[in-house]
Nanobody, 118 residues
Framework: QVHLVESGGGLVQPGGSLRLSCVAS???????????KGWYRQAPGKERELVAI???????NYADFVQGRFTISKDNTKKTIYLQMNNLKPEDTAVYYC?????????WGRGTQVTVSS
């Protein structure tokens, strides 16, 4: 059983930056490396949506709304993925969730709140 724990959320002013982290505890390294890994978000009253994903082969994709502002990365030795978010906008306010898995299984973290407000 993989346990995902996010951190790094908080309150930031428009134009500011945050770096989210997600560590896959209780996971052996080979399992971590075999998974696709991504960040999703859910704003109040809206459906959960993909923000960024990095596949087990290293392919990276971003949602259109990212527009070059966010960067997903991973550190295999720490079994951790990151989401560097720059130039944050009020519409980026949401709970951000970490996700890892493959075609047979998927794991979610509990989420970390990101609030962009002046």
């Amino acid at each position: 059983q993989v346990h995902l724990v996010e951190s790094g959320g908080g309150l930031v002013q428009p134009g500011g930056s945050l770096r989210l982290s997600c560590v896959a505890s209780r996971s052996i390294l080979s399992t971590f490396m075999s998974f696709d890994k991504g960040w999703y978000r859910q704003a109040p009253g809206k459906e959960r949506e993909l923000v960024a994903i990095i596949t087990n082969e290293g392919e990276i994709n971003y949602a259109d709304f990212v527009q070059g502002r966010f960067t997903i990365s991973k550190d295999n030795t720490k079994k951790t993925i990151y989401l560097q978010m720059n130039n944050l906008k009020p519409e980026d306010t949401a709970v951000y969730y970490c996700n890892m898995g493959d075609r047979n299984t998927t794991y979610w973290g509990r989420g970390t709140q990101v609030t962009v407000s002046s």
